[in-house]
């Protein structure tokens, strides 16, 4: 897996087909929590990774100054809607709650919920969660799809702020089974610690899901989301989006 570490890229160019001005960079808002391999750290304490490196193409597709802000998942849209923060970034699905409250561009890259559990456990999905722990991240669409579609199976849901909060419990046994994003946990099965874990489905297509990921952005900002638009349509079509995410994830994800 490529692990390219990617500055802040400083262009004199605000907005696509544009006049040289100068402009405040925008502020691309990803979760201060890593979220690998879409947004971590490196050693050196740099952002990277698929989102942090697809951002910064986006950024230079509309020749526009652009710095990560990181911020907690639990308040990035209050931090985008108050405007400490220009977009968000991030694997935030395109769902008609979120809607209510932000506008989002096209989708950038789609990718359906897992299962992962320990290897040796059987488990039949749905109706094998009975009596089971469940863990997945809040405010995602996984806990949406989990509220919506698996409280009636007699599983135990359990929250966490954080998605590395809910990998750790499942390592250490806490846990039974989790749900989160497919690529993040294809990422997860492959670390040293997680060896006796694995993949064992992908949710069902569920409306909790939405309509992919795309860039949250606010209500008000007609012309940045023209721009982003047009910039994702290019990153997607010369092929920088591909190579991104079979650098990192071995497959393509940007396109549905």
Not at 85 to 94: A, E, K
Not at 223 to 247: F, H, M, P, W, Y
């Amino acid at each position: 897996m490529q692990r390219t570490l990617i500055p802040a890229i400083a262009l004199s160019i605000a907005s696509l087909g544009g006049t040289a001005q100068a402009a405040e960079p925008l502020q691309i808002g990803i979760s201060a929590e890593p979220y690998p391999p879409f947004t971590y750290t490196s050693s050196e304490g740099e952002w990277t990774g698929f989102e942090v490196e697809l951002g910064m193409a986006i950024c230079e597709a509309m020749e526009a100054e652009c710095e990560i802000k990181p911020t907690g998942w639990s308040g990035i849209i209050p931090s985008l809607k108050a405007g400490r923060i220009d977009m968000i970034m991030n694997s935030m699905s395109i769902t008609k709650a979120r809607q209510k409250v932000i506008d989002f561009t096209d989708p950038y890259y789609f990718t359906p919920g897992a299962y992962v559990a320990a290897d040796d456990q059987e488990l039949s999905l749905p109706e094998g969660l009975d009596g089971l722990i469940l863990g997945v991240q809040s405010a995602t669409t996984n806990a949406t799809y989990a509220r919506r579609a698996l409280r009636d199976t007699g599983v135990d849901i359990r929250l966490y702020d954080q998605a590395e909060q809910v990998n750790r419990d499942l390592l250490s046994g806490r846990l039974d089974v989790i749900l989160a994003d497919k690529i993040a946990m294809n990422e997860l099965v492959e670390r040293d610690e997680a060896e006796g874990f694995e993949i064992k489905s992908t949710a069902p297509h569920h409306e909790a899901y939405g309509e992919g990921v795309g860039i949250g952005i606010r209500k008000a900002d007609d012309d940045l989301e023209a721009n982003l638009n047009a910039a994702i349509e290019k990153v997607q079509q010369d092929g920088t989006c591909t190579r991104l995410s079979e650098s990192y994830f071995g497959t393509d994800v940007c396109t549905d």
